[in-house]
């Protein structure tokens, strides 16, 4: 081991690697609440009755969860332009791939979620007069929410890493920011230790505020 | 105790596919009356009880309610709404076998959410009825203690309070005490049994059978979807007149006729 570490080149272009963490915490940003949300419809819509809903619902996770987000991206980037006229910017790309992703995966989170409470929590809430929007805001949600938040940090957690798939279609974040000093500084091993651990310490504050979250749900146990 | 009836069954059919688990059921609950219902499992008690507050739509058949007719009839059809039914169960209070307790509220929490969400009560008036209904049940200063930390006896008396505390009209008990350890089975009869001598009317499914004889104003037998047998505690438990009503009691050993 007589390898020099030098971060020296790394902090003097720490300017652009700023660019790129502004980059990485928008698309995180916008990802991370349309996946979630999104996933909540489509998992809501995995659970209704009508056939017309639960069968796209349905097509739409399973393609989505066995595709990967990478080549989603590249083909939303690259394909999706040639099939309908609108301009697709490196961004939207991302957005697209990185969203519908987590859209799937948390969808079968909030399903689970609610089918994971004992159907005796539907009939007792029943057999006092609630209806279903009743039941679900103040008898099924509360609890069910206390169940999906350890899996839904998880698929925040994967949405804020997949961000960095954005590079591929030069969108500027943190990787794609990397890069560039690497190949001018040559200094790979230095730079990237750098962005492992700029997301660690993003990252790691945000898994102990659900934990916090968890523990004020589970007051209860 | 007057006559009106506050639960009336004519005619009641429920079938699950193929299946008929109740073959025509005519019943008549007076006010302040404790009726039993007694048979094997699968004999359709429970079915029975689970159609009078519509947990179950009858397949056939009418309900009425303080003798209103529930649903409104479209082509010979009863035609349902949700609406309705959800305000009949703010009447018909319901017990289950398994408590079903909302775990993320306190005993307290879980007797006012009725008051408050369904009959829109304010905190104030529903904390002091729900606390009124716990006494009632021995549990006041269980009030704010979470389900995990209860009994099973502790809970099915909650959910007793719980069901209480709508002010229903009728009560409906479905094997409260089956799923209870046998020490604690005895507090949750004692709360039915200070319930009948209230007079509230109550309608109990149970296979405690010295329960029945001592709180019960009329037993049935159920038997393959039918009444086969109803009357007096003291004739149907002593005397049954069916093979089936004397094979039931006679596997019930534990129980001892009083002399």
């Given at each position: ?46 659970y ?62 909030y399903r689970g979620g609610i089918q994971s409470i004992e159907p005796g929590q539907w009939e007792a809430a029943k057999a006092i007069?609630m209806?279903y929007?009743q039941t679900m805001r103040r008898i099924i949600l509360p609890q069910a929410i206390k169940r999906m ?68 749900f589970g007051?209860s146990d | ?45 429970s079915?029975?009880?689970r159609?009078?507050?519509?947990m179950e ?37 319901m017990v289950f076998q398994h408590f079903n307790l909302f775990p993320h509220m306190?005993?307290?929490q879980n007797?006012?959410e ?32 979470y389900p995990a930390?209860l009994?099973g006896?502790?809970k099915q008396?909650v959910a007793?309070?719980r ?11 479905d094997e409260v005490?089956s799923a209870l ?79």
């Amino acid at each position: 081991m007589n390898y020099q570490w030098d971060f020296q080149t790394v902090w003097e272009n720490f300017d652009v690697l700023w660019i790129g963490l502004i980059g990485t915490l928008k698309i995180f940003s916008v990802t991370v609440v349309l996946g979630l949300f999104g996933g909540l419809i489509v998992g809501m819509g995995r659970y209704a009755r009508p056939i017309w809903i639960r069968g796209p619902a349905s097509i739409f996770v399973e393609f989505f969860r066995n595709t990967p987000v990478l080549v989603q991206i590249i083909w939303f980037y690259f394909a999706l332009p040639i099939l309908v006229p609108i301009n697709v910017s490196p961004f939207l790309a991302a957005v697209l791939g990185i969203s519908l992703n987590t859209a799937a995966f948390s969808a079968e989170i909030y399903r689970g979620g609610i089918q994971s409470i004992e159907p005796g929590q539907w009939e007792a809430a029943k057999a006092i007069g609630m209806n279903y929007a009743q039941t679900m805001r103040r008898i099924i949600l509360p609890q069910a929410i206390k169940r999906m938040l350890p899996p839904l940090t998880n698929r925040g957690i994967e949405a804020f890493k997949m961000s960095t798939l954005a590079s591929v279609v030069a969108y500027v974040e943190t990787l794609n920011q990397a890069k560039l000093i690497a190949s001018l500084n040559f200094n790979p091993i230095e730079t990237y230790s750098v962005v492992a651990f700029a997301f660690f310490v993003i990252l790691y504050p945000l898994v102990q505020a659900t934990y916090v979250l968890e523990r004020m749900f589970g007051k209860s146990d | 105790m007057s006559a009106e009836a506050v639960v009336e069954v004519r005619g009641l059919v429920k079938r699950f596919g193929d299946l008929e688990v109740l073959k025509g059921i005519d019943l008549k609950v007076r006010e302040g009356e404790t009726v039993v219902l007694l048979g094997v499992s699968g004999s359709g008690k429970s079915t029975l009880l689970r159609c009078i507050n519509f947990m179950e739509t009858p397949t056939e058949g009418r309900v009425f309610e303080s003798g209103k007719l529930v649903g409104t009839e479209k082509n010979g059809r009863m035609v349902y709404r949700e609406r309705e039914l959800c305000a009949l169960r703010t009447r018909i209070g319901m017990v289950f076998q398994h408590f079903n307790l909302f775990p993320h509220m306190t005993a307290l929490q879980n007797v006012m959410e009725g008051q408050t969400t369904v009959l829109r009560e304010s905190r104030e008036a529903a904390e002091k009825n729900a606390i009124e209904q716990l006494r009632r049940v021995g549990l006041e200063d269980k009030a704010f203690e979470y389900p995990a930390r209860l009994s099973g006896g502790q809970k099915q008396r909650v959910a007793i309070a719980r069901a209480l505390s709508m002010n229903p009209r009728v009560m409906l008990f479905d094997e409260v005490t089956s799923a209870l350890d046998p020490e604690l089975v005895g507090e949750v009869l004692k709360a039915i049994r200070q319930l009948a001598d209230e007079g509230m009317t109550m309608i109990i499914v149970t296979h405690e059978l010295g329960f029945a004889y001592h709180v019960a104003d009329r037993v049935l037998f159920l038997d393959g979807g039918e009444i086969i047998e109803q009357g007096p505690p003291a004739e149907i438990l002593v005397k049954p007149e069916t093979r089936r009503a004397k094979e039931f009691l006679e596997g019930h050993s534990l129980f001892k006729l009083p002399d």
